[in-house]
């Protein structure tokens, strides 16, 4: 299968500092990227989806301007946590999905390995 | 999105045949079913994906009643190695943005 991969795999930050975790299509373009974020022993909580090329779209209770979303290419999107603080402490995962190829659409969606982000 | 409906956990032993079952009572019409694995501290990895009636592949199957109500993940001759949390997605896929919303997913845990 197609291979996503994130960048950090943990990190730790100071408070108030802000982090950038990547999110790379390795060996495909990705038209739509979805940012998660997991507490444990929860389920993944879908943060926003985004396009190329476009503004990402928050889900609601989201910070829009604490969590910035970048998908500048069809292979790269970015997820910057702004003045992070402990509470901001999760694994946040990435989901890449190719979409439509032409006149084929292609669903399935592929996920990266994950980010821990642990701020003190 | 159609709301799904897992148990939190279940338990098996490892050669035995595991059936998770997953009540989406709210279908829709264009909606697919998709289940995912995933373990402690990695991102989720797709298993199957169904419209109606049974699919198979090379990991497990996927039954789908003709109401397609429910669903029922069955892994056969489980192991140790498929200790891990198991997500039943229900959504439209025929739209390139549609969403990937998880519900709570089943906790598996495989005894020797």
């Known amino acids: 299968g197609a291979v996503v991969s994130q960048h950090p795999s943990w990190v730790i930050c100071k408070s108030g500092t802000s982090v950038k975790i990547e999110c790379r299509s390795l060996?495909?373009?990705?038209?739509?990227m979805f940012w998660y974020r997991q507490f444990p022993k929860q389920s993944l909580m879908l943060m926003a989806t985004s396009n190329e090329g476009s503004k990402a779209t928050y889900e609601q209770g989201v910070e829009k301007d604490k969590f910035l979303i970048n998908h500048a290419s069809l292979t790269l999107s970015t997820l910057t946590v702004t003045s992070a603080h402990p509470e901001d402490s999760s694994f946040y995962i990435c989901s890449a999905r190719v979409g439509w190829q032409g006149s084929t659409l292609n669903t399935e969606a592929f996920f990266g390995q994950g980010t821990r982000l642990t701020v003190v | 999105l159609a709301k799904t409906t897992q148990p939190i956990s279940m338990d098996s032993y490892e050669g035995q045949e595991v059936n998770i079952t997953c009540s989406h009572n709210?279908?829709?019409?264009?909606?697919?079913i998709t289940w995912y694995q995933q373990f402690p501290s990695q991102g989720p990895r797709f298993i199957i994906q169904?419209?109606?009636t049974k699919v198979t592949n090379e990991v497990a199957s996927l039954f789908i009643p003709a109401d397609r109500k429910s669903s029922t993940l069955s892994l056969p001759r489980v192991s140790l190695s498929d200790t891990a949390v198991y997500y039943c997605l229900v959504g439209e896929l025929w739209s390139s943005a549609s969403k990937i919303i998880f519900g709570s997913g089943t906790r598996l845990s495989i005894r020797p």
């Open positions: 709210n279908i829709a019409t264009n909606d697919y």
């Open positions: 169904g419209y109606k």
């Open positions: 060996d495909f373009q990705a038209t739509t």
